[in-house]
Structures are given as C-alpha cells and as structure tokens.
C-alpha cells in the first residue's frame, strides 16, 4: 500500500539540468527523513542527498554539493532534486527513499525502510 514513484528522468547533455520528483502514497511521511540515492550499471546504490522532515536540513554527497539540490513539499507527499550543472558521472538510475527517523545524516541505504522503484538518468558528453 505504501508506494514511493520516481519521476523526471531522461537524456539531457552534459551541463544541463533536470528536477526528479518522488510522489509518495498510502501514508504521510511528513516528519521523516527522506533521501535520495542512486546507482550506475555495475557500481553500488550511493547517497546522493537527504532532508529533515520538514525541510529544515539538508546533506549532500560530496561529488553533487553545489549543483543538486534536495526540497520536498509536504503538503503534496512530494520529494524534489534539482539537478543542475549535470555531468555524465551522475549518470545512473536514481531513487527515492524514506527512513522512519527524526533527524536527516548521510544516509546509508541499508538503514532506509521504503524505496521507489526509480527513475534513469542519462547524461550525455
């Protein structure tokens, strides 16, 4: 019953940028940690960014600092990234978590307790 869905991805050149949206439903997360992660073919699930429960705080991954950034609106059960300034490094299938805590860390993905099913993100040269 609880569903986490991606959307936003696609192809976009190098340079340029692309919102991801996670819609989430059957139940409120408002108040829990939300992250997002994401995995190139062959390559491990990696952190990307997190958020408070109530957008307060927000962590990022070295390798994205200063070029995505992570929002959510709670009114809407809705996870954003603004991804700008793409490189084809951030090249992978992107997914949206949500762990039943308090306070937003550096997520680790074995601790996160809900998962979409995720959405690719191809990033040309």
């Known amino acids: 019953q609880v569903q986490l869905v991606e959307s936003g991805g696609g192809l976009v050149q190098a340079g340029g940028s692309l919102r991801l949206s996670c819609a989430a439903s059957g139940r409120t997360f408002s108040g829990y940690v939300m992250a997002w992660f994401r995995q190139a073919p062959g390559k491990e699930r990696e952190f990307v960014a997190s958020?408070?429960?109530?957008?307060?705080?927000?962590y990022y991954a070295d390798s994205v600092k200063g070029r995505f950034s992570i929002s959510r609106d709670n009114r809407e059960s809705t996870l954003y990234v603004q991804m700008n300034s793409l490189k084809p490094e951030d090249t992978g299938v992107y997914y949206c978590?949500?762990?039943?805590?308090?306070?937003?860390?550096?997520?680790?993905?074995?601790?996160?307790?809900?998962w979409g099913k995720g959405t690719l993100v191809t990033v040309s040269s």
């Open positions: 978590a949500v762990r039943m805590g308090t306070r937003a860390t550096m997520e680790a993905d074995r601790n996160m307790d809900y």
């Open positions: 958020i408070s429960g109530f957008g307060r705080y927000t």
